[in-house]
């Protein structure tokens, strides 16, 4: 099979304290994670990102629907050996080293002492620990312990790695470094799925990307079909324009001294906008095209929640 994971219908309601009231936290999940690719799975705090992750890795139970990892179903505990998975708030024993808590993680995998000698440092580079191994994780930083998570969720060189807001409290440095290991991992022809808030990051590397709204999947395909090319405005910066008046159809949006920035959401009215504008001896300095973004798609399916 093609397909790397493959939901189908997935349910799940949690019940309150005595079976009094119930939530329904996802509505039907379909969706389909092909292999080799990087795939996010979008949504706003609540949607029910963290629970279709745990039903995947098997930490819950769906109440209705099928899950097929790699081919196999929830209950072949063959395909487990293949998974890495980050949670979203990983908790480790704190009075063990970076180093300890790896070769733990590997003898749990099974994986020989030989191979966890090699495959230790190799990944400790890899997320920028390299040389703060022997430190006690109780004196990690949140940014710290979520690239040692991430070490551990590569141990066992799997071929599907699911990952829960893997740049969550990393700096901008260390989202970029964590962005870059999820980049050589599809490289390596490996499928990354994984769930996050921070949309900038998820279009900067999805392949595909799936948008979850309170539990149901409103939004599902390739990335590039997603958003499309279509521009939907330009930006331009026009110099020497201090008495200039723009043609209709566009809005100045900021003067600083003769510079002027102005917006133009039609073709033809660009073109006369620069004709304009060297007729009045004005220099165009930049025009900027503006797509649809990630973002804006995003919003589009959460009027007025912002990003609760």
């Known amino acids: 099979m093609d397909e790397a994971l493959l939901l189908k219908g997935v349910e799940k309601t949690f019940r309150g304290h005595l079976s009094i009231g119930s939530h329904h936290v996802l509505r039907g999940v379909t969706l389909t994670v092909p292999r080799g690719l990087i795939y996010g799975f979008l949504g706003p705090n609540g949607a029910g990102k963290t629970t279709t992750l745990k039903i995947v890795t098997g930490l819950l139970f769906p109440d209705a629907g099928e899950v097929s990892i790699l081919g196999q179903g929830l209950g072949d505990g063959s395909v487990r050996a293949r998974i890495g998975f980050l949670p979203e708030t990983p908790y480790f024993y704190d009075y063990l080293t970076g180093h300890e808590l790896l070769t733990f993680m590997g003898r749990l995998l099974g994986i020989p002492s030989p191979r966890l000698v090699e495959r230790i440092p190799v990944l400790l580079r890899a997320v920028g620990l390299l040389g703060k191994e022997k430190l006690q994780l109780r004196k990690y930083s949140k940014g710290m312990l979520q690239r040692i998570g991430l070490a551990q969720a590569l141990l066992n060189d799997p071929d599907l790695v699911i990952l829960d807001e893997p740049t969550s409290g990393l700096d901008p440095i260390g989202r970029r470094e964590i962005r870059d290991l999820i980049l050589e991992l599809r490289a390596q022809g490996k499928t990354v799925f994984f769930s996050s808030h921070i949309l900038a990051d998820a ?106």
């Open 203 to 308: 279009e900067m590397i999805c392949d595909q990307v799936a948008i979850l709204i309170r539990g149901k999947v409103v939004q599902e395909g390739p990335l590039e079909d997603l958003l499309g090319g279509e521009i939907q405005f330009w930006d331009v910066t026009v110099r020497g324009a201090a008495g200039m008046v723009p043609p209709p159809g566009c809005s100045v949006l900021t003067r600083l001294g003769t510079q002027v920035l102005i917006r133009v959401d039609r073709e033809e009215v660009l073109q006369d906008l620069i004709d304009r504008s060297r007729a009045e001896g004005a220099s165009v300095r930049g025009v900027v095209p503006h797509k649809i973004s990630l973002e804006d798609l995003f919003m589009s399916h959460v009027p007025g929640e912002g990003s609760r």
